[in-house]
């Protein structure tokens, strides 16, 4: 009454007495995502790669101001099953080569294997940290160098240890005409993400790079603390 916003005890006893649902802002958003399209194809042209020719394809959306990226191989066909790897930008990994992380080897082997099975879509989202940006992201890395792991270092800075959201991604693969996908991943959380968007995970093809002194406790923790699926680390 007072023109502040209501907290939660509030707003029980004001959905009590007049018999309403309380649904919070999240799940409003989440359902939207999965009920409506918010993204937009905005430009669209051949890129020749050391790995094969893919057709590239700028997303845009209605949400915020990032703009995505498929590769895309072939024709995608509905009734057909595609290889797919969603990728999270990594500047330091996929543009300068960092041994902190997998990343960039990954980004490499995924479109290997694309352009090897001929259908598929190399999904690259502007999610750079796992969703904390890149000036947070270093400075986790320093939070490293002091001894803290990449789970922890987040959570020093105040952040969850993924703050990624694949609703955008899983917009943008359905307006591709992807419907049944084996996914490229070691993250099954990943899997969990995607689907509920009219979108089939039908497998999980593994990619694992063998890890290096620099990146080896990275992995570790993310097998142990985020559920990444890793044979390579058991060598």
Request: with cysteine; proline share 4%; charged share 30%.
């Amino acid at each position: 009454e007072d023109g502040t916003m209501a907290r939660m005890p509030d707003i029980e006893k004001f959905s009590k007495k007049h018999d309403m649902k309380i649904a919070a802002v999240a799940d409003i958003i989440a359902y939207r995502m999965q009920t409506e399209s918010f993204v937009h194809s905005a430009a669209e042209t051949i890129l020749p790669t050391p790995y094969g020719e893919f057709k590239a394809i700028a997303f845009s959306n209605d949400i915020d101001d990032y703009e995505h990226l498929a590769l895309v191989k072939g024709n995608i066909d509905p009734d057909r099953e595609v290889m797919v790897r969603v990728h999270s930008e990594c500047l330091t990994g996929d543009v300068f080569g960092s041994y902190r992380c997998d990343c960039g080897e990954q980004l490499k082997k995924a479109m290997e294997m694309v352009q090897e099975e001929g259908l598929g879509v190399i999904l690259y989202l502007h999610q750079e940290g796992r969703g904390i940006g890149l000036v947070n992201k270093l400075k986790a890395y320093k939070l490293q160098d002091e001894g803290f792991d990449t789970v922890e270092a987040n959570e020093q800075l105040g952040f969850d240890p993924d703050l990624r959201d694949y609703g955008v991604g899983a917009q943008i693969l359905v307006a591709l005409g992807v419907r049944k996908m084996k996914l490229i991943t070691n993250n099954p959380r990943k899997i969990i993400g995607l689907e509920g968007y009219n979108l089939q995970v039908t497998g999980r093809v593994p990619i694992e790079i063998e890890p290096r002194p620099e990146n080896r406790k990275y992995l570790l923790t993310k097998c142990q603390k985020l559920g990444h699926l890793m044979n390579v680390l058991d060598k």
